[in-house]
């Protein structure tokens, strides 16, 4: 399968635990995007990656987030001291973008990874 | 904050009858793009239309674009069962560095 997969697809956490979620990417996309969703809405922007570089992380939710790509290809979202507030799916994608910051492509999204925060 | 807003929030039609969902947005864009997600899934890319273009057509999709009233629809003919998913417009702005921002969605029900 050579789609954008995230692991693990379900993690059920006690309040104040961490949590990282791990994304790997289509292998010749340069852009990864990390988005949340909670039930009836749409995927809010939380930070982005072209190649190792993180061009966007002020949309993070607050300081407990965290997101790296250290070698231009996985990322990892790292959530500390969760809050069940921080219950959601997390999704991950990942494009093949140009240099410029403009004209975002499509985007494809793993099948995302659903937190629960008990 | 969420640009793109769908309307209507939900429909049910029957197998057969085409569906119309409509997206509003507010600032100039770059382009807009449907997608589609089944519940639990990620989502589904349907199709892109930049700001330049006015209408577009993908199978049984068609998707029209005005920027001057800043809206879009998303029309799918002839709906089956397997067309039941959550369906939201992106649009690409760049506005403050962010990419996609997504709608809340329309959730669509074909009833066989």
């Known amino acids: 399968d050579t789609g954008v997969s995230q692991d693990p697809r379900h993690k059920i956490t006690k309040r104040g635990q961490n949590v990282t979620f791990r994304c790997d990417p289509i292998s010749e996309h340069n852009r990864l995007y990390w988005y949340r969703q909670t039930l009836g809405q749409g995927p809010e922007f939380l930070t982005y990656f072209q190649n190792e570089a993180q061009l966007e992380k002020s949309r993070l939710l607050s300081d407990r987030f965290s997101a790296e790509r250290p070698k231009g290809s996985f990322s990892t979202l790292e959530i500390q001291r969760t809050e069940q507030g921080d219950s959601a799916m997390y999704l991950c994608a990942s494009s093949l973008g140009n240099q410029q910051p403009a004209n975002t492509g499509e985007l494809f999204f793993g099948e995302g990874s659903r937190l629960t925060v008990l | 904050s969420q640009q793109g807003e769908e309307d209507p929030q939900a429909l049910s039609i029957q197998e057969g009858e085409n569906a119309t969902m409509n997206c509003s947005y507010k600032?100039?864009?770059?382009?807009l793009q449907w997608y589609r997600q089944n519940s639990g899934r990620g989502l589904v890319h349907l199709i892109l239309i930049r700001s330049n273009e006015r209408e577009k057509h993908s199978g049984r999709l068609r998707v029209t674009l005005d920027t001057s009233k800043k809206s879009s629809s998303l029309l799918i003919t002839a709906s089956r069962a397997a067309d039941t998913a959550s369906y939201f417009c992106a649009t690409d702005a760049w506005s403050g560095n962010t990419p996609l921002v997504f709608g809340k969605g329309t959730r669509l029900s074909v009833i066989a």
């Open positions: 600032t100039s864009i770059n382009n």
